[in-house]
């Protein structure tokens, strides 16, 4: 089992581009977490997702922040007209049914913003 | 709503010598706390959870309801222990294991 894979590892955009950040989950696992590390700070929830389906998304922004879990491939993160704020490191984590307790984190994605 | 401190950046302590991390948290309701660990170069990973009671790389952690805290501890620091010590705090309901998490307190383990 790879565990979590996370791509791409870093991300550079320029203002006003579209950011994509891909989360594959382990093996037999159907959640998945987002959460976002601004410089000096702990991570934050950003949405939790079920296959197909939005479960929890109270800590996305309201505008520009949308993510996916589709029944076939990765989940996706997707930031429209990225500004310098959203400068940050992305972390997935997924966690298998029955066992929710216990995520698994990637590695992560490190997007800056130009 | 939820909360959790960890009021120590950067926590240095020389081998053999006991470590505590300290956690406190904030939660209105049945708290799960989890003590997650990154090591240089590499992922998040847990440590420990607290409903499991369990000692890991002699680690152990007890929650503390009166004081609201889940402070991190070690009798005998090892070198290999330096690493970024992140304390969480469970904040969904049913399936919802989102995760509050502190800023995080970097430990060093000097010889």
């Known amino acids: 089992n790879a565990g979590v894979m996370q791509n791409p590892r870093h991300l550079v955009r320029r203002r006003g581009q579209e950011a994509r950040l891909r989360c594959s989950p382990m093996?037999?696992?159907?959640?998945v977490y987002w959460y976002r590390q601004l410089p000096e700070e702990g991570l934050k929830f950003m949405v939790y997702?079920?296959?197909?389906?939005?479960?929890?998304e109270s800590g996305m922004p309201k505008e520009r922040f949308s993510a996916e879990f589709p029944k076939e491939g990765p989940s996706i993160l997707r930031i429209q007209q990225v500004v310098r704020g959203d400068s940050a490191a992305y972390f997935c984590?997924?966690?298998?049914?029955?066992?929710?307790?216990?995520?698994?984190f990637g590695a992560g994605t490190r997007l800056s913003v130009l | 709503a939820q909360r959790v401190t960890q009021p120590e950046k950067l926590l240095s302590v020389f081998k053999g010598a006991p470590v505590e991390l300290k956690c406190n948290y904030s939660?209105?309701?049945?708290?799960?706390l989890f003590w997650y660990v990154q090591y240089s170069r590499q992922r998040l990973q847990l440590l420990l959870r607290?409903?499991s009671r369990e000692s890991i790389k002699g680690f152990t952690a007890d929650l503390n309801k009166g004081e609201t805290s889940f402070h991190l501890k070690k009798p005998f620091a090892q070198e290999e222990d330096s690493a970024m010590y992140y304390c969480?705090?469970?904040?969904?309901?049913?399936?919802?294991?989102?995760?509050?998490f502190g800023k995080g307190t970097l430990l060093t383990v000097n010889p």
């Open positions: 984590a997924s966690s298998p049914q029955g066992r929710e307790n216990i995520q698994y």
């Open positions: 093996k037999g696992h159907s959640h």
């Open positions: 997702l079920q296959k197909e389906n939005i479960i929890d």
């Open positions: 939660y209105s309701g049945s708290p799960e």
């Open positions: 607290h409903i």
């Open positions: 969480a705090l469970r904040s969904g309901g049913g399936s919802n294991y989102k995760l509050t």
